[in-house]
């Protein structure tokens, strides 16, 4: 397999060294203002096995917005629950709808290092504006770091994926594959607006279904993920099948955003790196590259 390039760091991404600092050498936050901050609400197959956490469905019930807060940070970092980045940032949404500033700053900061859930600037952007706009400190500064000059034109919004353009091309007939495998694959897929029958076919190709292989670039289980890939996407056991699904998953349909939905560049970069197909403007030359990309093409159509 061509060295992947996975961890390839958008330019504004130089900043976060800052950041760092900014967040660490923070000052109190101030108090929440009045005005809500409104996102969406989610499902319960966007968020992830919420029915499966009880602990969630009683901390989503909560009407407090600081104690959404502390439930909130908890999922973020795992304290006493499973690090869950996508439940926190559901969590930090109904608070900030509450008007909590608290939350509002953590979404930013969230979708600025994009740890466990896709990264995105101007969203982050939008979220530090809000919390500014009730004269958040933290909020002010952050958003110098970041080099924000004048107002953003994304509205503060919870999203857990990035926006998804129609698939250029769809699998038109169904994989052969059955067993556990197979039905999970077709269980999630549909949770990251995904074909099931692309994704299996791309676990055929990266490792026949073996939750255990190995590669010699150090890319584990099911969807072969290297450790940089998994840590990205908030898988913490790339050896468990359900969260290698989850984080390969994740990577696709990130990627499949990136490219506008063009399934073929989607799959290069899933082999050789969004970086290479960025820097060769499309397939990269690599002949293990485009053969996988024709086989898995091959296979769902």
Known sequence: MHTPNHTRRKPWTRLLPALMIAIAGQAPLAAPGSAP?????????????????????????????????????RYENGEGVAQNTRKAVQLYCKAAAKGETQAAVRLGQIYAFGRGIYRDQDLAAAWFQAAAGKRDLIALRLLKVL???GKTK??????????LPPATRFASRTHPAKGQVASLVRKLAPQYQLDPE?????????????????SPKNAQ?????????AERFGVRDAWDPEQNLRGGMAYLRWLLARF????????????????????HGGIPPYAETRAYVSHIIARIN
């Not at 994304?154 to 926006?163: F, H, K, S, T, V």
Request: aromatic share 4%; with cysteine; charged share 20%.
């Open 37 to 73: 901050v409104l996102g969406p609400a989610f499902t319960k197959a966007q968020v992830g096995e919420q029915d499966k956490d009880p602990a969630f469905d009683l901390a989503l019930r909560a009407r407090s917005p600081s104690q959404l807060v502390v439930a909130a940070a």
């Open 147 to 149: 080099k924000v000059e």
């Open 154 to 163: 994304r509205e503060p919004e919870c999203l857990l994926d990035p926006p």
């Open 198 to 214: 692309l994704v299996l076919a791309l676990i055929e190709a990266e490792s026949n279904f073996n939750p255990r292989a190995l």
């Open 221 to 229: 289980g099911l969807m072969q993920l290297i450790p940089a890939t």
């Open 260 to 279: 506008k939905g063009n399934v073929q560049l989607a799959l290069a970069g899933y082999n050789a790196g969004e970086g290479a197909v960025e820097r």
